[in-house]
């Protein structure tokens, strides 16, 4: 059992930046492909950001591209979403998620086909 804690989330500023965190236990963690999602308030849950196992291909949202940027360290069992430029319509709950694989490149899943989700952390963007 895997369990994911996300941390990092706050208010701040359009044009600002924050760096959100997830921690990883009870798993190895280099055999899970990671990503974040997020849910914007009254809105669905969307991908936002994707990492392989051992981080050699990523893959983002068109909405973050050239603002995010994903990685990950096995060594400390940790996955990064360093967020630039940010926007008022950023402002979500964010959510690590963990996909167990065979695979080393990157493979998108939708949310539901995860094997673990964090509890989540609020982003919220001030204009």
């Known amino acids: 059992q895997v369990q994911l804690a996300e941390s990092g989330g706050g208010l701040v500023q359009a044009a600002g930046s924050l760096r959100l965190s997830c921690a990883a236990s009870?798993?190895?963690?280099?055999?899970?492909?990671m990503g974040w999602f997020r849910q914007p308030p009254g809105k669905d849950r969307e991908f936002v950001a994707g990492?392989?196992?051992?981080?050699?291909?990523?893959d983002y949202a068109e909405s973050v591209k050239g603002r995010f940027t994903i990685s990950r360290d096995n060594a400390k069992n940790t996955m990064s979403l360093q967020m630039n430029s940010l926007k008022p319509e950023d402002t979500a709950v964010y959510y690590c998620?963990?996909?167990?694989?065979?695979?080393?490149?990157?493979?998108?899943?939708?949310?539901?086909?995860?094997?673990?989700w964090g509890q989540g952390t609020q982003v919220t963007v001030s204009s």
């Open positions: 998620v963990a996909k167990r694989s065979s695979y080393s490149q990157w493979i998108k899943y939708s949310w539901a086909n995860y094997d673990y």
């Open positions: 009870g798993g190895t963690f280099s055999s899970y492909n």
């Open positions: 990492i392989s196992r051992y981080g050699g291909s990523t």
